[in-house]
């Protein structure tokens, strides 16, 4: 017996999930290399069905003929399930009952339908707000931040707002005090709450939870609180415009034009810090440095890095910048660290300034707005003057003549890394009572390739030990390859000055080498001393990188290093005053 003359079953879907596909390969029993836009109407026979009924297969779109359908096939792919649904009950003035008793249990338990509504094209019934959750359920889901089964939000909204949450907590007590309350609805909503309005939403949470609310201040479980509540009331889009603002995309991931905002970078110029940007590091080292002894600790990294995907600084670190007795990162290591990264790999540090919401507590477009990029080294050269804060050094020298314990003594350090080995080093030196950035860095000895990295700097520093007769060899050549005939200025570093002074394998001394191309006599220097090591060459290097011009015209005067160091040391101290004093006051 037949149920039907004949069955229709048009398939369904949004575009490339592969209903065109599904049909082809009913068709030819075989994946298709090749699919048409559309598929042709096709008829399964009814002697090649169990059922003995025809059926004819619709591969539906916009411009596909009117069928009356007996069943309707939706095809999704499975590795793309984001489209949110909306079940649509239309018709309903041909009918005196409600279809909703049936439909709710089905949108509830799955949680790809956002929502499902009666309408009447006829009776205009339900007709905006049709296409208003249509909208709401593109512009704000509720897939990405709730489980409606658990009744609770899903663990990466949670985590996306527990990052809010710690960058808008300015003085990271814990509490969202009426000021920062007013400072995040302000940035998220462009208006400040009214005091009793605030009191309100404070009352709220008291009713309904013990310790959503300290101090009168609105805690982390409190925030979350609010949040839940905004959502299983159907206000989304409060926290979807929370999340926005704080650089969320769809898929609860910080936007990479928010991480990476477009920065162009002319070539021979450089990146560094601007004054903002280092005022905002400031304060992130203010509100971590809990016990204010001008240190993080282990605990206090971690903290400050609670707010990134992953911990942005290695143990290497602590042998790049200066710390306390304790191995601690200093506020002056903090700030020379985050100099490095600007320096060297800039996208980075604009990732690193996102993570922490620099354009937002600053109220800027985007964390470019921290970055200056210095004018063309040539514009400085031929001006014979620079604008830079930052120079880079580069170490050269065979190996064991001293390169790494230069760039630790530099750090105030006499004894030898073993453990997690940086390359670089990075610290402030006074020049004319001008504070900048020298960053060193030991280029590894292969004589035979040194790439266009290692030859780019500013100023260059040859080291030789003074007791091996082997080590002044490797500098000579290096120097001649590469250096000889270039606009870099070149230092020669006497290493380990403290050992007996061998003759070198070389036909010329390391002075007469120096007089005969016209560099500084070789400069003696080690680490092997009781006290910290002395900061003058590094003052020197600095001043030949700033002048370069001068370097070589005023390599016999002693004035010229004279001039460029006096004061060093006082300054170095009335900057750490300073701070101290700026934390007393706070």
């Known amino acids: 017996m037949l149920l039907s003359d004949s069955h229709t079953c048009p398939l369904v879907s949004t575009a490339k999930v592969g ?180 009191e309100d939403v404070k009352n709220v949470v008291r009713k309904n939870m013990t310790d959503g609310v300290e101090d009168n201040g609105l805690t982390l479980k409190g925030f979350l609180f609010l949040h839940t509540l905004f959502i299983q009331r159907g206000r989304h889009e409060t926290t979807w415009t929370v999340l926005r603002r704080f650089g969320y995309d769809d898929d609860l991931e910080l936007h990479q034009e928010y991480l990476f905002p477009l920065l162009k970078i002319p070539a021979d110029c450089t990146t560094e810090l601007n004054h903002n940007a280092y005022l905002f590091l400031q304060s992130v080292f203010d509100k971590h440095d809990k016990d204010r002894d001008c240190a993080l600790s282990p605990d206090e990294v971690k903290d400050l890095f609670k707010v990134f995907p992953y911990m942005p600084w290695g143990p290497d670190v602590n042998n790049t910048v200066c710390t306390n007795d304790q191995g601690w990162i200093t506020y002056q290591g903090y700030l020379s660290q985050w100099t490095l990264t600007t320096y060297l790999d800039v996208q980075r540090c604009l990732e690193y300034l996102g993570y922490l919401g620099y354009s937002i507590i600053c109220e800027q477009e985007s964390q470019a707005a921290a970055i200056t990029v210095t004018r063309n080294k040539r514009i400085d050269l031929q001006k014979k003057q620079t604008q830079r804060s930052v120079f880079r050094c580069n170490i050269l020298g065979a190996r064991g003549s001293g390169k790494t314990s230069f760039l630790q003594a530099f750090l105030g350090r006499n004894l030898l890394v073993k453990d997690h080995k940086s390359f670089y080093s990075i610290n402030t030196t006074y020049v004319y009572g001008q504070e900048k950035y020298l960053l060193l860095h030991e280029v590894m000895p292969d004589f035979d390739f040194l790439s266009e990295e290692d030859l780019a700097c500013d100023v260059v520093c040859l080291v030789y030990d003074v007791n091996n007769p082997r080590s002044f060899e490797y500098c000579a050549k290096v120097y001649k390859q590469y250096f000889m005939d270039s606009k870099t200025p070149c230092m020669m570093i006497a290493s380990k000055s403290d050992l007996h002074e061998a003759r070198q394998h070389y036909s010329l001394t390391p002075l007469d080498f120096c007089r005969k191309n016209k560099l500084h006599p070789p400069q003696p220097w080690t680490c092997n001393t009781v006290d910290a090591p002395n900061k003058d060459l590094y003052t020197k290097l600095t001043t030949m990188a700033m002048y370069p011009h001068m370097a070589q015209a005023d390599l016999k005067s002693s004035t010229f290093w004279l001039r460029a160091s006096v004061g060093a040391t006082v300054f170095a101290v009335l900057g750490f005053a300073m701070y101290r004093a700026i934390l007393k006051q706070r």
């Open 19 to 198: 209903k065109t596909s599904l049909i082809m390969s009913l068709v030819s029993e075989e994946f298709p290399d090749d699919v048409p836009l559309r598929a042709e109407e096709i008829t399964i026979p009814a002697d090649v069905t169990p059922e003995r009924v025809p059926t004819h297969i619709v591969d539906y779109s916009g411009n596909t003929t009117d069928h009356t359908a007996n069943v309707i096939c939706i095809v999704y792919s499975v590795n793309n399930k984001k489209v949110p649904l909306i079940l649509v009950g239309n018709k309903s003035d041909l009918v005196e009952h409600s279809s909703m008793e049936t439909i709710l249990p089905i949108m509830n338990q799955y949680s790809d339908i956002e929502t499902c509504v009666e309408c009447s094209a006829k009776n205009l019934k339900n007709i905006s707000e049709l296409f208003y959750y249509a909208q709401k359920a593109v512009l704000h889901p509720t897939g990405p931040l709730y489980c409606p089964e658990e009744k609770e939000m899903k663990p990466s909204c949670i985590k996306s707002l527990t990052r809010i949450f710690k960058v808008s907590d300015l003085d990271n007590d814990g509490i969202l005090n009426d000021k920062e309350l007013n400072f995040f609805q302000r940035t998220c909503f462009n208006m400040p709450l009214a005091p009793q309005a605030l």
